[in-house]
């Protein structure tokens, strides 16, 4: 016990002085998954970013489907987003300029790999799109 105890007392503050004791690590990103139906476009549902969780009018995008994960960057109020996945309270959305992919059918669930920002934000944040709302990519 005495050596475990030395052990001890020379270990913590060796790690605590080269900074290796208590870094966190972030969670690795979970990928937004599209497709899984050969009638249905690979995003079918569109959303809007709402008033209900937003912080000064945005929203953040997250790396995950929780709180915990990071924030990638933050939607403003007004903007249009494809549902795509879904991962209790959170939603995986896709959204950004150009060709996002995700208009026509893909057969198999695949992790979403296309050229527009994808992410998490929480279900609440986003409502359905009004009739006639153009999707973003298409």
């Keep these: 016990m005495i050596i475990f105890g030395q052990a001890m007392r020379w270990t913590v503050p060796v790690l605590l002085a ?4 208590f870094e966190a690590v972030a969670a690795p990103a979970v990928p937004v998954r599209v497709g899984g139906d050969v009638d249905l476009p690979a995003c079918a549902e569109l959303g809007v970013i709402g008033e209900t969780q937003s912080q000064e009018g945005r929203v953040d995008v997250r790396s995950g489907p929780t709180g915990t994960f990071q924030v990638l960057e933050r939607l403003n109020v007004g903007d249009i987003v494809r549902v795509c996945d879904r991962n209790g309270t959170f939603v995986g959305v896709i959204y950004g300029e150009g060709d996002c992919g995700v208009a026509e059918p893909v057969a198999r669930r695949a992790s979403y790999r296309g050229s527009c920002p994808s992410g ?19």
């Excluded at 934000?121 to 973003?136: D, F």
């Design 18 to 21: 080269t900074g290796l004791a």
């Design 120 to 138: 998490w934000v929480h279900n609440r944040s986003v409502e359905p799109a009004a009739p006639g709302a153009v999707a973003p990519g298409t």
